[in-house]
């Protein structure tokens, strides 16, 4: 393991040391321990402070904040979004990325991210204007397993409650909030620590990141040798036609210059991907 008995200092506050620690200790070697700063201050799902650039960028900005008194140390951070899925946009899609930073003398940094995507998340809203309908829509969405916010409105909100986990509790906010104004905007708590589904998502992702950091480059031997790109034209299976579907991928180092292409699998695309037979 190149980097056994090493630290990394993790960006968080909302306890996903508890999910990436034990799986890099495991299969990198890595010690996990935290960054004590306020991540909040790159962004927030409710809406406080948006985030500064993509997630790649964040996740850059959240290990230098991270190695500032621990220069010497591995970098990572993790960094999540939620939305309607591209192809299906009435189903909610879960995005996460987790990224390790490796800085060596005389060397240029190494990045390594993990990625995963899933639809299985719980992430939904709905502007509820009875305790009927609060309480349906906590049901839902895995209430109290899973957190809560409630908004006055969505769009710049005034007024936040985050991280509603007991009945109780929501029962007075919804109350407060209906007294007030006679409705409002309830949404599921993405935080790591508040919504143990998305902790399955980050988990797939810090595998993947432990994938690549697992698969060395042949020429030189840096970790994160992976695919890059793919190559489209696997023929049809029935007219023999090539397709959009991928039939090779092209693998490359992140430091050298080599790569190689592999075929997929697969030796025909299903013929409901071809122009020609289903037009």
Same mark, same amino acid.
């Given at each position: 393991?190149?980097? *056994?008995?090493?630290? $990394?200092?993790?960006? &968080?506050?909302?306890? !996903? ?15 996990? +321990? ?20 993509? /997630? ?5 900005? *959240?290990?230098?904040?991270?190695? %500032?008194?621990? /220069? ?5 951070? @993790? ?40 639809? +299985? ?8 204007? #009875? ?7 906590? %049901?839902?969405?895995?209430?109290? %397993? ?9 769009? !710049?909100?005034? =007024?936040?409650? *985050? ?10 906010? =919804? ?12 949404? &599921? ?13 980050? $988990? ?7 994938? *690549?950091? +697992?698969?060395?480059?042949? $020429? ?11 190559? #489209?034209?696997? /023929? ?10 991928? !039939? ?8 050298? @210059? ?14 409901? %991907? ?6």
């Amino acid at each position: 393991m190149q980097w *056994k008995g090493r630290v $990394a200092y993790l960006a &968080t506050m909302h306890r !996903k040391e508890q999910v990436i620690g034990p799986l890099l200790a495991e299969h990198l070697g890595i010690q996990v +321990q935290v960054a004590t700063f306020d991540t909040d201050q790159l962004g927030t799902f409710s809406r406080e402070r948006p985030r500064p650039g993509d /997630p790649i960028h964040t996740l850059r900005l *959240k290990i230098a904040r991270a190695l %500032q008194d621990h /220069p010497e140390a591995l970098g990572l951070a @993790s960094e999540g979004s939620f939305g309607p899925h591209p192809q299906i946009p009435w189903i909610p899609w879960n995005q996460e990325w987790v990224m390790l930073r490796v800085f060596e003398p005389g060397a240029e940094p190494l990045e390594l991210v993990g990625y995963a995507e899933s639809t +299985q998340t719980n992430f939904s809203h709905r502007w509820v204007q #009875s305790w009927a309908e609060a309480l349906d829509f906590a %049901q839902r969405a895995g209430f109290p %397993q899973h957190a809560l916010i409630a908004l006055d409105r969505p769009e !710049k909100p005034q =007024v936040i409650h *985050k991280g509603i986990q007991d009945e109780e509790t929501l029962k007075q906010v =919804v109350g407060e909030m209906l007294t007030r104004q006679g409705g409002l905007h309830l949404e &599921t708590d993405m935080r790591a620590m508040c919504n143990p589904t998305r902790l399955q998502v980050i $988990a797939a992702a810090t595998q993947n990141l432990i994938a *690549k950091a +697992q698969s060395l480059c042949p $020429a030189c031997g840096t970790p994160g040798y992976w695919r890059i790109r793919s190559i #489209s034209g696997l /023929p049809c299976g029935q007219c023999g036609a090539p397709t959009p579907v991928t !039939k090779a991928w092209v693998y490359g180092c992140a430091r050298c @210059s080599h790569t190689h292409t592999e075929p997929v699998a697969e030796p025909w695309a299903d013929p409901a %991907q071809c122009a020609f037979c289903n037009p």
